[in-house]
């Protein structure tokens, strides 16, 4: 495997520009042997590898059935469109290959038709429908990414795609031209499935319950942006109520009536009632953005009255359909649904022992759920059964040159550990400069004299900056200091969506972007346009966050240090993510800032920093405005 990534290889062969990297040769042949022996190997990988080459070319010529899964449709999409075809293109053997993604892209064309027949639907749904029906007649996928973004927040999406609850099986009439069915034979019948953590996850849960699996039994698995594995587990093994479930609930149950002949009126009623318990669960429960612990529900009066009054409203509908349930498939599919949402109401408000109940806003939206403490077990129950081999790989998975946090919040104690290094010359094209003399960052006047120490920077950079915070707080407060500087040029989340605030900044050259959580990973702007990178604090969670509270708490009960096993190794990786927005190409320059004076006056900070590439570090200055300004001379 070695030989295939050497300077005179089939890669160079094959790849215009192609040049060895040590360490992704050294990938590689971890990968292949860990295949061979069926094994489980924990990579960090860092930005510059070649990691997806790196486990894709020992799985294309292996000839073993595989499934690679990310974290995000934009890399999945890559890894299908660009990387596979280009592994392919270096190798004799020829697998074969399939995208599968979750049922929420596809479209389903019993909901188009009876959204299409439903009754008081205004204008521009109407004009958006026929738009779908014209592509439904022309798409070879079904995939609707085909014709716009399943992720943008849409009443269209909802009502022409399925969900495992509302897909009728075998009974649809359109069972025969299912685009979600075909996408799973075609994964059932490829060698190599490019698939992403959601769906992983949601066959694990379904097999964990016993059910049938939607991915295809693989001889390996391969994880990619394996660090969001943890949390995510922990999600799919849980279980959740949202207001888009009671939405829907309420929608499809008066639209399976009306298909039935709308000769209902007390089902109808209970429907519109599930409906308005929805909505008077919107107002009711706590609000302000956030996570809120489940004593915030069930201590307030009004809150705990309205889901009561939801769940009474499910039960009822229960009751009322019972004997109109089979007058059609989708009638019966919509009141199994209902029942799912009762047992589901019902264990929340007993509660199941090791676990955590909370309460989650998510843009407009409320979700209900119930988190297992430690996800490991199910997780690793899922890596023991059969014998297969396991990969996962990040950018960002260690913690003090360990992967020991990482194997054991997934149960893989006894994985294999490989840490590449960056082939990023650092010391060259990188800074990190730490001020001095700033507060802590719980003084009132931190914030302030953050900026401060910043606008020297901010400056000789003339923008083409990241400020990273670690709360909306924080964003606005930064975003009011920059304003009048920066005019037009500054981005600041929530102003826009993502994708168009990092399309601007491209484009910009100068403009400085301030956002929080989700500006810190999954974002690649390389070149010039992006020279600075400032963080404002390090970024522990919250402690009033629920779910962290919970397990701080059980740590606590087993004798063990909350802050060292659980607070500190999420902070570092969650650092880590931030750091890595500076450079992201070999020709990369930059400066990184972190105005957190607890790198330097706490023993945790020598933890943070050892975490880190091989940056060289100032505290003056004039070295940081020094080296933003000589960024446009020649390395």
């Known amino acids: 495997m070695r030989q295939w990534f050497a300077a005179d290889g089939p890669l160079a062969r094959h790849v215009e520009g192609f040049a060895p990297r040590e360490a992704q040769s050294q990938m590689a042949a971890r990968v292949s042997d860990t295949l061979d022996a069926a094994g489980q190997l924990l990579v960090e990988a860092p930005t510059g590898t070649g990691k997806t080459l790196a486990y894709l070319l020992p799985l294309v010529n292996s000839g073993y059935k595989a499934i690679v899964a990310t974290a995000t449709r934009h890399l999945q999409d890559q890894i299908f469109s660009k990387d596979l075809p280009l592994a392919l293109s270096a190798c004799e053997s020829r697998p074969r290959i399939s995208l599968l993604k979750g049922r929420a892209n596809y479209l389903c064309l019993y909901r188009l038709d009876t959204a299409e027949s439903s009754a008081g639907l205004d204008a521009r749904l109407h004009g958006q429908l026929r738009r779908v029906r014209e592509w439904a007649a022309t798409t070879r996928t079904g995939d609707i990414s085909e014709i716009g973004d399943p992720a943008e927040p849409s009443p269209l999406w909802p009502r022409v795609t399925s969900t495992v609850e509302n897909c009728l099986g075998q009974d649809c009439p359109f069972y025969d031209d299912c685009w979600v069915l075909m996408a799973r034979r075609e994964a059932q019948a490829a060698d190599i499935v490019v698939a992403n953590h959601h769906l992983f996850f949601a066959d694990l849960a379904l097999r964990e319950e016993g059910f049938g699996e939607v991915l295809p039994g693989a001889d390996a698995i391969v994880l990619d942006e394996a660090h969001k594995l943890p949390d995510l587990a922990g999600r799919f093994f849980g279980m959740t109520v949202s207001a888009r479930q009671l939405k829907d609930l309420a929608r ?6 009306d298909a039935a002949g709308g000769d209902m009126p007390a089902l109808a009623e209970a429907f519109q009632v599930i409906a308005d318990a929805q909505r008077a669960l919107d107002t009711a429960l706590p609000s302000g953005g956030g996570h809120f612990p489940w004593d ?5 009066a009004g809150a705990a009255d309205a889901l009561a009054d939801a769940r009474q409203a499910v039960a009822q509908a229960i009751e009322l359909g019972r004997a109109a349930a089979d007058r059609t498939e989708g009638l019966a599919a919509v009141m199994r649904r209902a029942a799912q949402t009762l047992e589901r109401f019902d264990t929340l408000r007993d509660g199941v022992p090791d676990t955590v109940r909370w309460l989650e806003w998510r843009g407009a939206g409320w979700f209900l759920h119930q988190t297992p403490l430690d996800a490991s077990a199910p997780f690793a129950r899922a890596v023991e059964q059969g014998r297969r081999a396991w990969i996962l790989t990040s950018a960002t998975l260690s913690v003090d040159d360990r992967l020991d946090y990482f194997a054991e919040r997934l ?8 840490l590449l290094q960056s082939p990023f010359d650092y010391a060259r094209n990188s800074l990190l400069y730490l001020p001095p003399e700033l507060p802590a960052p719980g003084a009132p006047q931190f914030d302030d004299r953050a900026v401060d120490a910043m606008w020297p920077l901010l400056d ?4 083409g900056a990241f400020v990273l915070c670690t709360s909306y707080r924080a964003v606005s407060i930064w975003a009011q200091r920059l304003r009048e500087r920066f005019g037009d040029r500054l981005l600041v989340q929530g102003s826009s969506g993502r994708a168009d605030l990092l399309a601007r900044f491209r484009a910009d050259g100068n403009a400085v972007l301030v956002g929080t959580s989700s500006f810190w990973e999954g974002v690649d702007v390389r070149g010039p346009a992006l020279r600075l990178v400032i963080i404002d604090r390090l970024p522990f969670a919250s402690p009033s966050d629920p779910v962290l509270n919970a397990r701080i708490e059980a740590i606590r009960d087993e004798g063990g240090s909350p802050f060292k096993s659980l607070q500190l190794p999420q902070a570092v990786i969650a650092f880590k993510q931030g750091v890595g927005r500076l450079i992201r190409d070999a020709s990369d320059r930059g400066v990184l800032a972190v105005c957190d004076p607890r790198l330097r006056t706490k023993g945790y900070g020598r933890t ?14 004039a070295d940081a405005t020094d080296f933003l300004k000589r960024l446009d001379e020649a390395p």
Do not use: R
């Open 608 to 621: 943070f920093l050892k975490s880190l590439p091989p940056l060289p570090v100032t505290s003056i200055l």
């Open 252 to 257: 499809d149950g008066l639209t399976e009536l």
């Open 460 to 463: 000789a950079s003339d923008g």
């Open 411 to 418: 149960g893989l104690p006894e994985a294999e550990q490989l």
């Open 296 to 300: 915030a529900l069930t201590q307030s």
